[in-house]
């Protein structure tokens, strides 16, 4: 049998030769064989066979042969091979790329078509055909991105984990949206990766820290154009670490790299925590103290305050019903002369004063806030309502500037009230202590008692002098919030200047106690202070003693007992006495506006709580 098959073998083979050309001319496919006995020169059949092409025929991409005598002859066209008609998703991805709009062909990458094997996912092939052309970004290979992908590290950043394999997206104007979240948008795909950091041994908490920084909340607001991403400070290409002179992080370099975007950086401003972890006591000791110290103040002021008013809601609400149960049975109480004559407690600039506290309060609130819980939907709603970070910004400085007026005016009035007044006796300490004073005195510590004791059922409500102690609590709260927030929010605002006298580390500082200040303070006015002016019972659904001066005399005599008494023996209640009530219009604008406020307030409120309990940013 094979004797008979060796003998017809070179007959055989006699007569392909003959019928290919024949059986070419109709239209069936040509044997690579025949292909590469012409062009063997140019082509290894070896290499062209143990490439991912070897499996196809030559006119499976030269589909222009479909007549092999006349191709002989040089009769046929030969045209630019068209990968698309088996790389259709490659394609469509590199018709989307920055290569086609330079006329950038498959083939000028792919120069090995017909020796090209599978890369296998081995980043180095794919960086070793980017420098073919891009042989200025030779910085990459420094790096510890290239240096590693060299050494075989799979995990470390090449040139396609950045700008994809095929679909190359230009970059841009250098001040644009897409360009400017590419500068860190690419970066986070790894270092989020906080298993793959890990095993590489490199500081995991780069993306976390960024987020939790002024930068990074604006990033992922969506307005990314406005701060520094990761390769503004690291650079794009290269990337080294710290220690290394040339690294653009390094010590020596830093001045550099922040003047960049602070262009008056001095060596104390770099002294700046990049990635300042405040929960980190060892590495970061003063942040770590400064937040625990802030969150101690926070966590005990609510919880002082709330408990305050859940038990004064409680204690209201049954000496409410109590009333109510005694007109039903015939009981009345204690008749007023004259009780709905209308007094005056606060005069037009107290009033104009306290719109100022409200418009810039709101403001800060509604401007501040979703830049602290920037993880939030509702946080990038109200960033686009007001047209971006840029313009919540601008608000948030102008409602500064007014909360810098008002307290301007607050310190006025107090040296005012010490000072100039002719209508008051004593001296500088009988004035300061005094009951017409907003200063903690003596008489607050008996308030306070009879209060809890109110709570528990223990005794009467007491009546109180001109100011409350919840209110001298609020005013003195002023200064305190003036100092944290103000200060710390001056220091954020012109880092550039205080950079010159104060060390970076410092904005680090400043960032907690804004942030934590901030929340504070919105957290008790929208809550304790609420429920203390407009939703304790006696009071509910608001007090507008604050927005038209004037209080009613059965009020006046019911709340503040004792300074009704102090006014009446000196004889001085009838100077007092409002000549008449407000305007309807003014307080229907008033009143809308006020109410307003408050369901803002609330509605602050809630979107807080629910960004804690789904796990906000801090």
């Avoid at 305050?308 to 204690?334: C, D, P, T, Y």
């Amino acid at each position: 049998m094979f004797q008979i098959v060796n003998r017809l073998l070179p007959a055989l083979l006699l007569l392909l030769c003959f019928v290919g050309p024949a059986a070419a001319e109709q239209g069936m496919a040509i044997d690579p064989a025949t292909c590469l006995g012409c062009h063997s020169n140019k082509i290894s059949a070896a290499a062209f066979a143990a490439s991912v092409h070897g499996k196809n025929a030559c006119t499976s991409c030269h589909v222009e042969i479909t007549d092999l005598a006349r191709h002989m002859r040089g009769e046929t066209k030969i045209a630019k091979v068209h990968c698309e008609r088996c790389h259709k998703k490659e394609n469509a991805e590199h018709y989307n790329s920055v290569h086609v709009q330079h006329d950038v062909k498959c083939a000028d990458c792919h120069t090995d078509i017909h020796t090209h094997t599978y890369w296998k996912k081995d980043k180095r092939i794919a960086v070793a055909k980017c420098v073919q052309c891009h042989d200025k970004e030779a910085e990459y290979q420094k790096s510890v991105h290239g240096k590693a992908v060299a050494a075989g590290n799979q995990d470390s950043a090449s040139c396609p984990d950045c700008h994809n394999l095929h679909e190359i997206k230009p970059l841009g104007d250098p001040k644009s949206r897409t360009n400017r979240e590419f500068h860190t948008k690419v970066c986070m795909k790894c270092h989020s990766d906080e298993k793959m950091m890990a095993r590489n041994g490199v500081f995991n908490v780069a993306v976390k820290t960024y987020m939790e920084s002024y930068h990074g909340k604006n990033y992922r607001l969506g307005f990314p154009e406005k701060v520094a991403g990761c390769a503004d400070c690291h650079t794009a290409h290269m990337v080294l670490p710290a220690k290394d002179p040339q690294s653009s992080v390094n010590p020596q370099n830093l001045v550099k790299t922040c003047a960049q975007c602070h262009k008056n950086a001095t060596p104390l401003f770099t002294k700046f925590y990049a990635h300042g972890e405040h929960t980190d006591r060892e590495k970061y000791p003063i942040l770590f103290y400064t937040f625990v110290a802030m969150t101690g103040l926070l966590v005990g002021t609510f919880a002082v305050f709330w408990l305050h008013s859940l038990l004064w809601m409680f204690r209201g609400f049954v000496e409410n019903r109590e009333k109510a149960q005694a007109l039903i049975e015939g009981h009345i109480g204690h008749a007023v002369a004259d009780g709905h004559a209308v007094y005056r407690r606060f005069k037009r600039r107290h009033i104009f004063l306290h719109l100022l506290v409200i418009i810039s309060f709101l403001g800060l609130s509604l401007t501040g806030l979703p830049l602290k819980f920037s993880d939030q939907v509702w946080a990038k709603m109200f960033m686009n309502l007001y047209g971006g970070s840029a313009n919540a910004g601008f608000i948030h400085r102008i409602c500064a500037g007014i909360t810098f007026v008002y307290f301007g005016s607050a310190i006025a009035l107090s040296i005012h009230f010490l000072f100039v007044r002719k209508d008051l006796k004593g001296n500088i300490l009988q004035r300061l202590f005094g009951p017409d004073s907003l200063c903690p005195n003596f008489r607050d510590i008996k308030d306070v008692t009879g209060m809890v004791r109110w709570f528990l059922f223990r005794g009467p409500k007491p009546t109180f002098e001109r100011w409350t102690y919840w209110e001298k609590f609020d005013f003195i709260a002023v200064f305190w919030g003036m100092f944290a927030i103000g200060g710390s929010g001056l220091m954020l605002w012109f880092p550039e200047i205080f950079g010159y006298f104060l060390p970076g580390w410092a904005f680090n500082v400043a960032t907690i106690v804004h942030s934590d200040e901030a929340l504070l303070a919105t957290g008790f006015i929208f809550t304790v202070h609420f429920f203390n002016t407009h939703g304790r019972p006696e009071k509910f659904p608001m007090d507008f003693v604050i927005f038209n001066g004037q209080l009613p005399k059965h009020e006046f005599l019911e709340e503040r007992g004792d300074q009704w008494k102090r006014y009446e023996e000196a004889g001085i209640t009838e100077q007092f006495r409002a000549k008449k009530t407000s305007g309807v219009a003014y307080d229907f604008i008033v009143k809308a506006f006020g109410f307003c406020a408050v369901i803002t307030g609330l509605t602050l409120v809630v979107l807080m709580l629910f960004a804690f309990l789904a796990g906000g940013s801090h």
